[in-house]
RNA sequence: GGAGAGGUGGCCGAGUGGUCGAAGGCGCACGCCUGGAAAGUGUGUAGGCGGGAAACCGUCUCGAGGGUUCGAAUCCCUCUCUCUCCGCCA
């Protein structure tokens, strides 16, 4: 959501930034609406305010017991009655289409954040490790799951259809394992807060972070009116919604580690075969809230949790700064962090980090008290995966793969692994 | 699923038709008191929107939306959320 008063004083620049994602300029008819608005709501509050005074003298002559003026008096307000009325409904209607107007708008690019189309246009700004050299052709991690006979397309597709896994053995333990791996290295090397919430939430919590009005389709619904949340995302940074913080409580930091639904709803035909993209899946997510100063340096400090995940477990990747074609809606400046994954020979996002600024705390109303008897202002947002689980399990598997279709088991996983070094081909665990 | 009770400011809590944005308390801010602190004490302390350079003015908000009334935190209806008890249950 966008602050009304900054497109009235920055037109131009409110354009010339939403240009940057290849939008037409809109700020003429945003100001259009905003005016009539404004014009409607002062006709009503005029209006408002005569019937006010008037009532307000109804109650005087009353007590003075002068019944002539009390009954002028109430004629008076009876009449104004069906105007204001009216008045007051022009005046919502006029700023309701201002907010929604404003709510289907995507945040504006930080001014650091590249120009571009598309993916293609995304800047890499660090590498770690080079992809290491395989004395044999390496395979993709659906092949390897597969054959190890712990990774099971078939049976998933029979319970659920396409684009589900059933995790079997020891791949279904090395996912669990890397999940309690990445929340523990959170909390304990990071400081983050462990959460846990609830991962079906109603239609304001899928407001607030943006999934609504405009990305319905690619989300799940109960029949009783329940989101399937997509990320936690959602149900972090919607903890501050409605409230406002104690300034001396900011910086908040959160990690969760929640199932994540996605109907894919626009990717058919991607990504199609193996655990790359799935309707449901495992995430560790971050979170802060912080104070709007702050949030940039945030940025950093989040992309370096989500970065030491794949160091610890060495992995080698790459962070891009996403241009401004390919950001998500809510965010003013996002980076990627991208694995690399032998058996496709390719880099594939496996974390994304996103400053989104007031522009989700606006829509929720999540606000924080700068300094006792401050003003409230609204707080800056920022979300990360730390990281898909799914997605880190494919990378291991991928990375780690041997000759023979055996993994071996990056170190700080091993103690979850029973101590295992190695899962062998058949999905035995070996010491 | 059944029955009942409730949603008031940053928090707690009074308030059943008229000057109530709302007593009191807590918290917080500033001052007094104190060698310093605590205690005590005084004053202040909601947010949104519109207008205004500002002071300030107007307007809305007592879960949400409707209704009754000249006038609603207060009465009526609908919805929603929370809590308690019962049932069921991981």
Redesign the pocket.
């Known amino acids: 959501m966008h602050?009304?008063?900054y497109i009235r004083e920055n037109p131009e620049a409110f354009d010339a930034a939403l240009a940057r994602r290849g939008l037409a300029p809109v700020s003429a008819e945003l100001l259009a609406l905003?005016a009539a608005?404004?014009a409607k709501?002062?006709a009503?509050?005029?209006a408002?305010?005569?019937?006010?005074?008037?009532?307000?003298a109804?109650?005087?002559a009353?007590?003075k017991g002068d019944e002539a003026e009390f009954a002028r008096?109430?004629?008076l307000?009876?009449a104004k009655?069906e105007e204001i009325?009216r008045l007051e409904?022009e005046a919502?209607a006029e700023?309701s289409r201002l907010a929604d107007a404003l709510a289907r708008l995507p945040n504006l690019p930080l001014a650091d954040a590249p120009d571009g189309a598309d993916e293609n246009d995304n800047v890499e700004v660090h590498r770690w490790s080079a992809p290491r050299d395989y004395a044999f052709a390496p395979k993709e991690h659906y092949e390897i799951g597969e054959a190890m006979g712990c990774m099971d397309f078939a049976a998933a597709a029979k319970l659920s259809g396409a684009r589900f896994v059933v995790l079997s053995g020891a791949l279904a333990r090395l996912h669990r394992a890397l999940a309690q791996f990445m929340i523990d290295h959170h909390i304990e090397t990071n400081g983050l807060t462990e959460t846990w919430t609830p991962v079906l939430v109603?239609d304001e919590a899928f407001y607030g972070t943006g999934q609504l009005p405009k990305f319905a389709e690619d989300s799940y619904r109960t029949e009783n009116g329940w989101w399937l949340i997509p990320t936690a995302e959602v149900t972090l940074t919607n903890l501050a919604a409605g409230?406002?913080l104690?300034g001396a409580s900011l910086p908040r930091r959160y990690v969760a580690h929640t199932q994540c639904f996605r109907s894919e709803a626009g990717s058919a035909g991607k990504d199609t075969r193996g655990m790359l993209r799935q309707h449901q899946f495992e995430k560790v997510e971050m979170v802060s809230l912080t104070r709007p100063e702050e949030g940039e340096a945030e940025l950093e400090r989040m992309r370096r949790c989500a970065e030491g995940v794949l160091e610890a477990l060495e992995i080698p990747y790459r962070t891009v700064v996403l241009c401004t074609g390919d950001m998500g809606f809510g965010a003013r400046k996002t980076y990627d962090l991208e694995v690399w994954l032998p058996g496709q020979n390719a880099y594939r996002e496996i974390s994304s980090c996103s400053l989104c600024g007031d522009f989700q705390a606006r829509r929720m109303n999540a606000?924080f008290?700068p300094?006792?008897?401050?003003?409230?202002e609204f707080l800056h947002t920022l979300n990360g995966s730390g990281l898909a689980v799914g997605r880190a399990l494919i990378a291991v598997i991928e990375t780690y793969q041997e000759a023979d279709g055996g993994v071996a088991i990056p170190a700080p996983l091993r103690p979850r692994m029973g101590g295992a070094r190695r899962i062998g081909p058949g999905g035995a665990l070996e010491s």
């Open positions: 602050d009304i008063r905003d608005r404004r709501i002062a009503a509050e005029a408002l305010a005569e019937r006010n005074a008037a009532s307000k109804v109650g005087a009353k007590a008096l109430r004629d307000v009876s009655k009325a409904e919502k700023d109603k409230e406002i104690d606000r008290r300094e006792p008897e401050a003003k409230p």
